[in-house]
């Protein structure tokens, strides 16, 4: 564990015996000094480092210290570092409403009273410890809050999606084709939904083992998740099922058909799976359509209903010879 970073003093002041005297006086508190003779030098000094105070010396050339003062209250990384006014001038009332209003909390006049200054700057030390220590649990919550969120996504994500292709699973394919439905009947559109069952799987797991069919999966999934839209929803229900919703652009029946038909030639080329192993399959997919327009097919149904739909058409291509489409019939 690193040791916690002393706090800095800024020290301005045009004469150097004044400044030995500050330095001797303020050894005896725990902090870093950080020495300068003139305003300009002062506002170099603030670009390099975090001060947790600054004594600063009124009666200065060139730059006096209520323009230090005023220079520092404008930017946002000093705006909220502590200025005490060190001077020599009268401290009288108006004087300090001048101080305050250029930003300065204290004043200290000179010759210095060495216990009401030292009294003074661990007042402030201790301040700004406190600061740097509540602002170490802040960013040690958000880290906390941080990694709980990203937790909670990670058990949200495998409660909602395969394990083994990374698809949306059954329970997240029900509910997107729910909201599927209530957009589409607000919004007075259509929309399709495929049944896919692979045509030829099982040999493959028999010949080449269940990795190989684990493989053959996620290379499915893959093509799967190529060829749809980011509005698509692509799921894999188990096993070598999976489903499509088809949210946007569905027009007609026809329109969905031909592109389930676009997924059967795509599913049916060849795949290279690790090991060197070759293995060709295909897909038999059934297509139901909420359409817009009531009397159309599905029209009005429920997901359930939608989905006995795409399920019997599925089984309809299966019949039909497998490596094909059908339409779901009203």
């Known amino acids: 564990m690193t040791e916690p970073t002393r706090p800095k003093i800024l020290v301005v002041d045009d004469t150097p015996a004044n400044l030995v005297a500050m330095r001797r006086l303020l050894a005896k508190v725990d902090?870093?000094?950080?020495?300068?003779?003139?305003?300009?030098?002062?506002?170099?000094?603030?670009?390099?480092?975090e001060f947790a105070l600054v004594l600063l010396d009124v009666n200065m050339p060139d730059m006096d210290g209520f323009e230090v003062a005023s220079h520092l209250a404008e930017e946002e990384t000093t705006r909220n570092t502590p200025v005490i006014f060190v001077t020599a001038a009268m401290v009288d009332d108006l004087h300090r409403l001048k101080g305050y209003s250029f930003g300065a909390v204290d004043y200290i006049a000179k010759p210095i009273n060495d216990t009401i200054l030292l009294s003074k700057v661990r007042v402030f030390l201790e301040l700004y410890r406190g600061k740097q220590q509540l602002q170490k649990l802040v960013r040690e919550l958000e880290a906390e809050v941080s990694m709980r969120k990203q937790a909670e996504e990670q058990v949200?994500?495998?409660?909602?999606?395969?394990?083994?292709?990374?698809?949306?699973?059954?329970?997240?394919?029900?509910?997107?084709?729910?909201?599927?439905?209530?957009?589409?009947?607000?919004?007075?559109?259509?929309?399709?939904?495929?049944?896919?069952?692979?045509?030829?799987?099982?040999?493959?797991?028999?010949?080449?083992?269940?990795?190989?069919?684990?493989?053959?999966?996620?290379?499915?999934?893959?093509?799967?998740r190529s060829?749809?839209?980011?509005?698509?929803?692509?799921?894999?229900?188990g096993g070598d099922e999976f489903a499509v919703i088809m949210e946007e652009a569905v027009e007609a029946p026809a329109s969905a058909l031909n592109a389930a038909e676009q997924l059967c030639l795509l599913l049916r080329e060849p795949y290279d799976l690790e090991g060197g192993i070759h293995v060709s399959v295909g897909a038999s997919i059934g297509v139901a359509c909420h359409m817009a327009q009531a009397g159309g097919e599905a029209a009005g149904n429920p997901s359930d209903a939608l989905i006995r739909l795409a399920d019997d058409a599925m089984y309809r291509a299966k019949r039909g010879g497998k490596n094909r489409c059908e339409l779901a019939r009203p």
């Open 31 to 49: 902090a870093q000094l950080v020495e300068v003779d003139s305003g300009n030098a002062a506002l170099a000094a603030t670009l390099d480092h």
């Open 156 to 224: 949200r994500h495998k409660a909602t999606h395969d394990a083994l292709t990374g698809l949306p699973n059954r329970a997240l394919f029900l509910d997107r084709l729910d909201t599927a439905l209530e957009r589409a009947r607000r919004a007075q559109r259509s929309f399709a939904l495929m049944y896919i069952d692979i045509d030829g799987f099982k040999p493959v797991n028999d010949t080449h083992g269940h990795l190989a069919g684990d493989h053959l999966l996620q290379a499915i999934a893959e093509r799967l």
């Open 227 to 237: 060829r749809m839209r980011r509005s698509d929803t692509v799921a894999r229900l």
